[in-house]
């Protein structure tokens, strides 16, 4: 077997070369058109633009470079500049200890729910987050996942705030008290990591015992929801009926008051009075015991049913008449068939001290049952 040794030279490759430089000539302006066409594909890709309620954060050679606005932009292409488009205006939420699925059913996460409390019982707490980015630069440089790095937060927060209470007042009495200080917690922490989260909104979605002591609790519950019902009616009642009480109390002593005040007053008249009738009395006695006298009928006479009939009648019927229930018909006193001050059918003046005028029995001027007149 043998092989062919012949060298070749540079002039066996002229003819090849020859060739390839005819055909480089003739396609060189098809070449250029098509990197010219790259390149301004390449530029015109630079070309963005961002949507009202986004921020766009761009990037040199990976560098924080600027933040753009809502509107149409351009940045230098890849791999020179970047930008990420961040939505900052919806809000976004983050479910501590539960999960909803696809089908809008809640699904329980008891590593996460489950916390110990000051007292240490353990207690099923399920906390909803509602928040936004607030810095577009934070949210996308400081924090490596910013959502599971919220979720954990906010964990961490929950499990603080309900570790520092009482499950009483987890379940029922300070149930706002938690949300406000897990949200005050969760605030802090997020602006410790620069992390560009905005909370807006902490709801408890539940603070329940375990299931398997729930009953129990609920029980308790109730029982103090009782208490505090009949505490708050017994104190309405009292609230009630106490003002009452002392308002009758307070017009019972001011009717008193004004009993012995009206009292006092008639006392103090009536002696005036008499004191007067004295001094007129010592002064004129014979005329005082005569005025006396016609008062005193007068006002007896003012009460007696007088019925006049005349004689002259005979046998009529009408004495037999009920007259006594037409008395509201007779005239007044005062006309001619009053009988006179000495008649039997006028009952006398049962006061010894005023004797009426004309009397036998009346004393002297100087008795001592009539003070004399002129005394002192």
Do not use: C
Request: aromatic share 6%; charged share 30%.
């Amino acid at each position: 077997m043998s092989f062919n040794s012949r060298r070749y030279s540079a002039e066996d490759f002229e003819p090849a070369t020859d060739l390839f430089r005819r055909i480089a000539r003739r396609r060189k302006p098809l070449f250029l058109g098509i990197a010219g066409v790259l390149l301004v594909l390449w530029l015109a890709s630079g070309i963005y633009q961002v949507q009202p309620g986004e921020d766009g954060v761009i990037r040199t050679f990976g560098r924080y470079t600027a933040t753009t606005s809502p509107g149409l932009h351009y940045h230098l292409p890849w791999p020179v500049q970047t930008v990420t488009i961040v939505d900052v205006e919806n809000i976004r939420r983050a479910e501590i200890g539960f999960r909803t699925n696809a089908d809008g059913d809640k699904v329980d996460v008891l590593d996460e729910a489950l916390m110990l409390t000051e007292d240490e019982n353990i207690v099923q707490v399920e906390l909803l987050v509602q928040y936004r980015v607030g810095d577009s630069r934070d949210f996308t440089f400081n924090v490596q996942n910013p959502e599971d790095v919220l979720r954990t937060t906010a964990e961490v927060a929950l499990r603080s705030t309900v570790g520092n209470m009482t499950i009483d007042a987890v379940i029922t009495e300070e149930r706002a008290r938690v949300q406000e200080d897990t949200r005050t917690f969760l605030k802090r922490l997020l602006d410790e990591y620069g992390s560009g989260i905005l909370v807006t909104d902490v709801r408890l979605q539940v603070a329940d015992p375990p299931e398997e002591v729930r009953d129990a609790f609920q029980e308790v519950v109730r029982a103090r929801a009782d208490k505090e019902r009949l505490i708050n009616e017994a104190q309405a009642y009292a609230n009630d009926v106490v003002p009452r009480a002392r308002g009758e109390k307070q017009q019972q002593i001011e009717n008193a008051t004004a009993f012995k005040e009206q009292q006092e007053l008639l006392a103090t008249g009536d002696a005036e009075r008499f004191l007067a009738v004295l001094k007129e009395y010592r002064l004129a006695p014979e005329v005082t015991r005569e005025r006396m006298h016609i008062e005193a009928l007068e006002a007896i006479l003012n009460r007696v049913e007088l019925i006049l009939l005349d004689a002259n009648t005979g046998n009529q019927v009408l004495p037999f008449l009920p007259l006594k229930d037409l008395g509201g018909s007779v005239p007044p006193l005062g006309d001619e068939s009053v009988p006179p001050s000495g008649d039997e059918s006028v009952p006398p003046l049962g006061d010894e001290s005023v004797p009426p005028a004309g009397d036998e029995t009346a004393p002297p001027a100087g008795d001592e049952s009539a003070p004399p007149s002129g005394g002192g």
